[in-house]
C-alpha cells in the first residue's frame, strides 16, 4: 500500500538555526499538508498546498514558516529561525483530488529544538 | 467548523464491540463526521466518514443520529492494536480543506 514517508526521523537543532523537514507524499495526490503535535497536546494544523501553492494557513504558520514542492516528489517544511516552542513532532499529510475525506499521514518528524 | 464533544478516555476488553460516542449539537447541514484515530507514536489514520446515512467500512461502522447531532463510532470486536486515540471532527463540504483535530478520546483495551 502506498504511504507517506518523511525525513528525518528525528532531528535536533540548536535554538535559531535554520530546518528542513522532508516529506515524499504518495505519488498520485494532489493536496499536501503539514501538522504538528507539541507532545501530550492535540494534533494542529500548519498549512496546506494545491497547485504550488499555500491554500490554506492557520496562525501558527508565521513568517519563520515555508512549504515548498521544488520537485515532484517532495514537500518541504522549512522553519528558518528556530525557537524552543518549535519542538514537536511535524506530520506531513496528502490526499488525492478524488477521495478529498481521507488524508495519509505519514510517521512524523521529531524535532527538538535546543 | 462546528465543535464536537468527546469523553477523554473509554476502556474495553479485547475482542468485545466498542462504542465511542460523539456530541455535535451545533452541527450544520453541509458537515461532514470524520473519525481519524491516532496509534501510538504515529500519525493519524482515516476511520470512516459520513453525512446523514450510517455507514460501514473494514475498519469499523458509523451510526449517525437522526438529528445528526450526535454519532457513534463502532468496533465490532477490539483488539490490542486498536488502543489509540479516536477523533471525531467536522468539517464543512468536502474540499480538501485540513482537519481540526480536538483531544479526541484515548481507547484502552484490555487482554
Known amino acids: 500500500e502506498p504511504e507517506v514517508t518523511q525525513t528525518p526521523s528525528h532531528q535536533v537543532t540548536q535554538m535559531g538555526q535554520e530546518v528542513i523537514l522532508r516529506c515524499v507524499p504518495i505519488s498520485n495526490h494532489l493536496y499536501f499538508y503539514w501538522y504538528r503535535q507539541i507532545l501530550g497536546q492535540k494534533v494542529e494544523f500548519l498549512v496546506s498546498?494545491?497547485?504550488?501553492?499555500?491554500?490554506?494557513k492557520s496562525e501558527i504558520f508565521d513568517d519563520q514558516f515555508s512549504v515548498e514542492r521544488p520537485d515532484g516528489s517532495n514537500f518541504t517544511l522549512k522553519i528558518r529561525s528556530t525557537k524552543l516552542e518549535d519542538s514537536a513532532m511535524y506530520f506531513c499529510?496528502?490526499?488525492?483530488?478524488?477521495?478529498?475525506?481521507?488524508?495519509?499521514f505519514g510517521p512524523g518528524t521529531r524535532l527538538t529544538v535546543t | 467548523d462546528a465543535k464536537t464533544t468527546q469523553p477523554n478516555s473509554m476502556e474495553s476488553n479485547e475482542e468485545e464491540p466498542v462504542h465511542l460516542p460523539c456530541n455535535h449539537s451545533t452541527i450544520s447541514g453541509t458537515d461532514y463526521i470524520h473519525w481519524y484515530r491516532q496509534l501510538p507514536s504515529q500519525g493519524p489514520e482515516y476511520v470512516i466518514h459520513?453525512?446523514?446515512s450510517n455507514v460501514n467500512n473494514r475498519m469499523a461502522s458509523l451510526a449517525i443520529a437522526e438529528d445528526r447531532k450526535s454519532s457513534t463510532l463502532i468496533l465490532h470486536r477490539a483488539t490490542l492494536r486498536d488502543a489509540a486515540v479516536y477523533y471525531c471532527i467536522l468539517r464543512r463540504g468536502n474540499y480538501g480543506q485540513n482537519f481540526v483535530f480536538g483531544p479526541g478520546t484515548r481507547l484502552s483495551v484490555l487482554p
Open positions: 498546498f494545491y497547485n504550488n501553492e499555500i491554500s490554506e
Open positions: 459520513g453525512l446523514t
Open positions: 499529510a496528502s490526499t488525492s483530488g478524488l477521495n478529498l475525506y481521507e488524508q495519509y
